[in-house]
């Protein structure tokens, strides 16, 4: 049932219960946040917290250290205080997973639920793909994410966590700003980062912090479907860069391939992108483009794409990606050629659009092909679920 508001409502079945020792994790909480809750402990009077925090933030972003007990500048009375009352935690690893072409693929539990990061090695960089959500309400039809169900939203500490487990498994403790593996975030995992605002906003600002993680806003990318109301909050509160996944350009066509845009039509999330505070030719939006065979990959298609992009003026990049297929998709992908047709008319339109060599297809890593449970379903049932979620909006 619609409920009034800005935002749609998305149905949350499950929160994250505590932990069952009832410590309280301090990643993912903000400076100020720890400092109360030092000071909430008796640990420390409000100006000794604040310093505190400063000292133990340092410990956690910077040196990677998950044990009180390696903070050597903190007294060991305190030490043995703080581990009493809390953890530096990470999510749990399941599975590790690394493909052939160097891709590595984590199945992660917390919570009792489970989720997969995935990291892609490049020549010039090092890119983690985060989740932002157990499952998705959402169900993009080329999309393996799309066939879960939501289970929750991620919070800020399983986020960050993410980013954090990546750089104890990269060995890149402590943080230092050069010849880093890890350079960059997109927020593409599983779940639409959008329908989990506040976590994923909070966590990125820790990320972003200079006295830790200290990754450039310019090397974070938040990806969206098209939840259009909360674009512009993303642009003023978060401030990285936009990926959409367009996947179309009819509305005929998206509407079957991201149903989402039944809610917010092409026009919508075009205007939507023009007013993304930030953009600029230096910054310019990702469009995500999925090539499936006889469905989105014609010269018109392309044409159309360029027409688009150009009416609404925007600072753009096409990213072309070659369908990860699945067991059970409806899709194939489109041939080489074809992929190759699209690309140069949408450059020859003047926007660069490259195609993406797929990573981590054999270990089912790639774009798309993220899934927490081994589940195996039926067509009907594939479909039975897909349309479930759309009543739900
Ligand atoms: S593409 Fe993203 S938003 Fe769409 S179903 Fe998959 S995880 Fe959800």
Redesign the pocket.
Known sequence: MPIAGAVDPVPVPRTLAPRPDGLKDLVGLPRAAIADLLAEAGLADAKQAKMRSRQIWSWIYNRGVTDFAGMSDLSKPLREALADHFVVGRPEVVEAHVSIDGTRKWLLRSGGEEYEMVFIPDADRGTLCVSS?VG?????R?????TMKLVRNLTASEIVGQVMLARDSLGEWPSQPEGRLLTNIVM?????PLYNFENVRDALKIVMDGDGLALSKRRITL???GVVPMMERAGAEIGVNLAV?LHAVTKEIRDEI?P?NKKYGIDELLKACADYPGANNARRITFEYVMLKDKNDSDEDAHELVRLLKRYDLPAKVNLIPFNPWPGALYETSTPERVQRFSDIVFRGGISAPVRRPRGRDIMAAC?Q?KSSSEKMSRAELDRRAAEKEASW
Not at 136 to 140: D, E, V
Not at 142 to 146: K, M, N, S, V, W
Not at 188 to 192: A, R, S
């Open positions: 959500q998705c309400t959402l169900n993009c080329f999309c393996l994410t799309g593409m995992g599983m779940g639409e990806s969206t479907s996944s991201v989402l798309g993220l």
